[in-house]
């Protein structure tokens, strides 16, 4: 049973309650959980205080990508079944407590913990926070979703450019030793806390049968714009939902593939012409990315509301085709021609993150929509693995072969360009949903029988005028009396 405050029953909106507070309120947690991308500041100090490996400072980052896909598709139904107050305070004890636990773990140089701790439940909370507000915003934004979820989902890119600087700062300020670590996650998970509560507070569910202002219902609907609704156990076996997985699994592969690689990616591509990057432009180049990743989340999802979610795939999966193959071909003969492409594939791969929640809404109506988009993430999961190993092979097995510059990229370019082609054959696959997969309308409510109108109630029949009681028997013997009659016997 969900304690008190955070029942859903507990965040209904009352009268007049602006749904424009709501945004605000999912950002204050995906700004939080957006941390996540900013891991990669504490991997040095904690390889240097703990004695460990690259690959071994990466580990709570990757078991944490691995959790938010997991409790994502596993805790949607509980998430949809409980409300986002109750979820958002579940992501944030997890969040939160994961950083403590972290902190303990480096405060005593137990490795594992800081693992357990970040990753395993510090990554719940990422799954939770994660999908916690996309049901609510699609709700109180019925006429905007794509730019309702591109606001939430802009936070979970943009965390990470508040992030970084201020775990650098506070590193500096604490120190690289293990106790510096350890003051620096404990002060990240006490601040976290108080921010992510003001969401926990803020949010609020529309009432039942609230409606937008009657100007948004009058627009001409598309054609994959359903009204029906259809459950997440339904959901996933239709053809539509895995036309979606593999849409959205190329779109991320192909935007990770080159998020993950950019800064030796950019100086290799340099490195035998007149104008090579120097590593501080290439960290520039990184941080140019960042915003261009989070500008596209509420620019291509805003966009998506005018001309379709379909349409909006085809520019990121066609157009994201065309950016590869002109960095393939002419990335090293011009500097702001790779530039330029790179930052809009990037664009495109934070439009897609913000664009799809939408894209379910239109499909499977917005009955389970979070619990469906939850167990969609699982693509994101996928593509978290599978871009970074193609792009990173790729260029081991070029570079063993002799190759150098933009030769280390060339097939693995090559190989992202025909991801983004199946993803487009995916999305021209998608059709509306089989009415079988719908669940049933509630049947109307009996009208009640009018009540036969009142009878108009007779009129009340003048009562008889009263007759003249007669007199008593007395006076009636006293009137024969003095007529003279004679008294009635009486008998014995």
């Known amino acids: 049973m969900t304690p008190g405050i955070l029942a859903r029953s507990r965040s209904v909106a009352p009268p ?42 990466a580990l709570p ?39 403590l636990l972290a902190a303990l773990g480096a405060f005593t140089e137990q490795y594992w913990l800081v693992v357990f ?14 999908i916690s507000p996309v049901s609510t915003l699609i709700k109180w934004f019925p006429d905007r979703p794509g730019m309702a979820t591109g606001i939430a989902i802009m936070g979970f890119g943009g965390g990470a450019l508040i992030a970084s600087p201020w775990s650098a700062q506070m590193l500096e300020t604490f120190g690289t030793d293990s106790g510096g670590i350890a003051a620096a996650f404990l002060v990240h998970g006490l601040t976290y806390a108080v921010f992510m509560s003001l969401g926990v507070l803020l949010v609020r569910v529309p009432p ?33 939902f895995w036309c979606l997985w593999v849409v959205l699994c190329m779109n991320v592969t192909a935007g990770i593939g080159i998020l993950e690689k950019a800064a ?18 290439a960290a520039g180049f990184v941080a140019l990315l960042s915003l261009a990743n989070m500008a596209g989340r509420i620019l291509w999802s805003s966009t998506s509301d005018l001309i379709g979610r379909k349409n909006m795939y085809r520019v990121y999966l066609g157009a994201g085709a065309l950016m590869y193959l002109a960095i393939a071909q002419l990335g090293d003969a011009s ?87 199946v993803g487009f054959v995916a999305n021209e696959l998608v059709r509306p949903v089989h009415p079988r997969y719908h669940e049933p309308e509630a049947e109307p409510e009996p009208e009640p029988e009018p009540e036969p109108e009142n009878e108009p109630e007779p009129e009340n029949e003048p009562e008889p005028e009263n ?3 007669p007199e008593n028997d007395t006076a009636q013997d006293s009137t024969r009396e003095d007529a003279g009659d004679e008294p009635r016997q009486q008998h014995t």
């Open 61 to 99: 980052f990757q078991l944490g990508i691995v959790m938010l896909g997991l409790s994502a598709a596993f805790g949607g139904t509980l998430v949809e079944r409980r409300g986002p107050r109750w979820a958002m305070a579940v992501s944030l004890l997890c969040f939160s407590s994961g950083f």
């Open 117 to 130: 701790g970040y990753g395993f439940v510090g990554g719940i909370g990422l799954g939770i926070g994660y």
């Open 467 to 469: 007759e003249p009681e």
């Open 264 to 281: 030796p990616m950019i100086t290799d591509f340099f490195s035998g012409t007149d104008t090579p990057v120097s590593a501080s432009a």
């Open 335 to 421: 500097k702001p021609l790779f530039i330029a492409c790179a930052l809009v594939i990037l664009s495109f791969y934070g439009g897609g993150f913000a664009t799809v929640p939408a894209y379910l809404k239109d499909l499977f109506g917005t009955y389970q929509v979070g619990a469906i988009h939850g167990r969609l993430l699982t693509a994101w999961s996928t593509a978290g693995v599978l871009g970074p190993l193609i792009v990173n092979r790729v260029a081991d097995s070029q570079e063993e072969a002799g190759r150098s510059g933009p030769g280390l990229y060339g097939l693995s370019l090559g190989i992202m360009i025909g991801l983004l082609a």
């Open 208 to 240: 039942e049968g609230w409606r937008p202002p009657a100007e948004v219902l009058e627009r001409k609907p598309r054609a994959l714009i359903s009204t029906a609704q259809v459950s997440a156990r339904n959901a996933v076996r239709t053809p539509q």
């Open 16 to 57: 007049g309650w602006s749904r424009w507070l709501v945004p605000p309120a999912a950002l204050s947690v995906h700004l939080s959980i957006g941390q996540a991308y900013a891991w990669s500041v504490f991997k040095p100090p904690l390889e240097s205080a703990l004695d460990l490996s690259g690959t071994q400072s």
